[in-house]
């Protein structure tokens, strides 16, 4: 079973198109983020999830809108794709408070997203 | 504020050399985390290990040994006869209780390890 799931793996698309990429966790963890991979590698968070609330919103285009419905789900839509939105996301969970698996991040499996 | 820092950006070692993977970190809290993670080709991002700022202990597992020295503020990966399947990109990070729930990522140190 995959703990971290998130759907496409890969998505080409023409610039100025709106698109979704959906995450999900079955670890029952009650943080969920969304991190942006660029080119050279660089891993920066853009939002942060606990319990359905927003915690982290570092600086994004307001292109770019997550949404939790549940605490075991975190979307992210992105309006008006551009050139630069073209990278690989990941999506992530956590649990903040105790367990063997405490305050340890685990990732889902990447959505390589092209803009052309 | 936090900051990872890797220096080494690219590492290439010749299969069965061993070879160590430095981190540096910054932070003003007492209590953080600190974790290695590795991403293989293939794009996934592995966990392989946590550590917490009350445990010093160095830790090994297999071929795999984290020396973390909080006089230095380091917690250096070493990797003890390589292999090809050990290339990928290693990622120290490092979470704090002063900025929430984030995990902040080093830039990386790719490893390339040749037959």
């Known amino acids: 079973d995959t703990a971290v799931s998130q759907t496409p793996k890969y998505l080409v698309t023409q610039m100025g198109n709106d698109k979704s990429i959906k995450c999900e966790q079955n670890?029952?963890?009650?943080?969920m983020y969304w991190y942006k991979q660029d080119s050279k590698k660089f891993l920066k968070i853009m939002f942060s999830?606990?319990?359905?609330?927003?915690?982290i919103n570092e600086t994004v285009p307001n292109r770019f809108s997550p949404k939790s419905p549940d605490k075991a789900h975190l979307n992210l839509h992105i309006n008006s794709l551009e050139l630069g939105d073209s990278a690989v996301y990941f999506c992530?969970?956590?649990?903040?408070?105790?367990?063997?698996?405490?305050?340890?991040?685990?990732f889902g499996e990447g959505s390589w997203l092209t803009v052309v | 504020a936090q900051k990872v820092t890797q220096a080494q950006t690219e590492i290439s070692v010749v299969e069965k050399e061993d070879v160590t993977l430095d981190c540096v970190y910054e932070?003003?809290?007492?209590?953080?985390?600190l974790f290695w993670y590795k991403q293989p080709p293939s794009g996934e991002l592995v966990f392989l290990i946590r550590r917490n700022s009350f445990d010093e202990q160095n830790e090994i597992s297999g071929r795999y040994s984290w020396n973390f020295q909080k006089s230095t503020s380091s917690f250096n990966f070493t990797i003890t006869a390589s292999q090809v399947v050990d290339s990928a990109v290693y990622f120290c990070?490092?979470?704090?209780?002063?900025?929430?729930?984030?995990?902040?990522f080093g830039p990386g140190t790719r490893l390339s390890v040749l037959p």
């Open positions: 670890l029952g963890h009650d943080t």
């Open positions: 932070t003003r809290d007492t209590t953080y985390y």
């Open positions: 999830y606990n319990n359905k609330e927003l915690i």
């Open positions: 990070a490092l979470r704090d209780d002063n900025y929430g729930q984030n995990f902040v």
């Open positions: 992530a969970s956590s649990q903040t408070l105790g367990g063997a698996s405490g305050n340890t991040i685990y």
